[in-house]
Antibody, heavy 117, light 112 residues
Framework: QVQLQESGPGLVKPSQTLSLTCAVSGDSISRGDYYWSWVRQPPGKGLEWIGYIYYSGITYYNPSLKSRVTMSVDTSKNQFSLKLSSVTAADTAVYYC?????????WGQGALVTVSS | DIVMTQSPLSLPVTLGQPASISCRSSQSLVYSDGNTYLNWFQQRPGQSPRRLIYKVSNRDSGVPDRFSGSGSGTDFTLKISRVEAEDVGVYYCMQATHWPDTFGQGTRLEIK
């Protein structure tokens, strides 16, 4: 069974960088069968694409966030990561890591990140 | 960006009755490979989204057959033939034909 687990600080100060990691089990990122994605959901609101990454390191970012987003992958640890810089309160959300891009068939449980001083 | 418009946004349904959610896109979702990348997701209260339907009408493994998807071009529909209590939650359509992929606003299904 494929499982994804987000981890990282739950509280980030404004203007700082949000960092999250997604550990994957039950599948191997380096097989290259899927892209690996990040999606976020502000409290009580809908879903927003952040972007996705391939095992080779190729990335695709939502243009609305592109200037602040960096994704990376560590195939030796079977995990991938998200960094979002210069955060504001508007970045407060549950962040999900997800397998696939068009697929989105397996989701992590989500990590709530609050931006507050 | 492609705008995905769902209706209704709130859907009160009596147990055992059918339900239908509409999703319309601002452009055709037919991709150059001939596929239409339109998915439906269910998000139960306090849970992560779960994919129900992919490429318009393909039901995921473990999804009850009372769920069905249909449509083409810019108009799509998710139908539940007989609503059960476990179906309560928010339903999202999502297009993955045009980058950035975009979601609908969500339709909240509740039991009357």
């Amino acid at each position: 069974q494929v499982q994804l687990q987000e981890s990282g600080p739950g509280l980030v100060k404004p203007s700082q960088t949000l960092s999250l990691t997604c550990a994957v089990s039950g599948d191997s990122i380096s097989r290259g069968d899927y892209y690996w994605s990040w999606v976020r959901q502000p409290p009580g609101k809908g879903l927003e694409w952040i972007g996705y990454i391939y095992y080779s390191g190729i990335t695709y970012y939502n243009p609305s966030l592109k200037s602040r987003v960096t994704m990376s992958v560590d195939t030796s640890k079977n995990q991938f990561s998200l960094k979002l810089s210069s955060v504001t309160a508007a970045d407060t959300a549950v962040y999900y890591c997800v397998r696939g891009r068009r697929d989105l068939d397996y989701w992590g449980q989500g990590a709530l990140v609050t931006v507050s001083s | 960006d492609i705008v995905m418009t769902q209706s209704p946004l709130s859907l009160p349904v009596t147990l055992g009755q059918p339900a239908s959610i509409s999703c319309r896109s601002s452009q055709s979702l037919v991709y150059s490979d001939g596929n239409t990348y339109l998915n439906w997701f269910q998000q139960r209260p306090g849970q992560s989204p779960r994919r129900l339907i992919y490429k318009v009408s393909n039901r995921d493994s473990g999804v009850p057959d009372r769920f069905s998807g249909s449509g083409s071009g810019t108009d799509f529909t998710l139908k539940i033939s007989r609503v059960e209590a476990e179906d309560v939650g928010v339903y999202y359509c999502m297009q993955a034909t045009h980058w950035p992929d975009t979601f609908g606003q969500g339709t909240r299904l509740e039991i009357k």
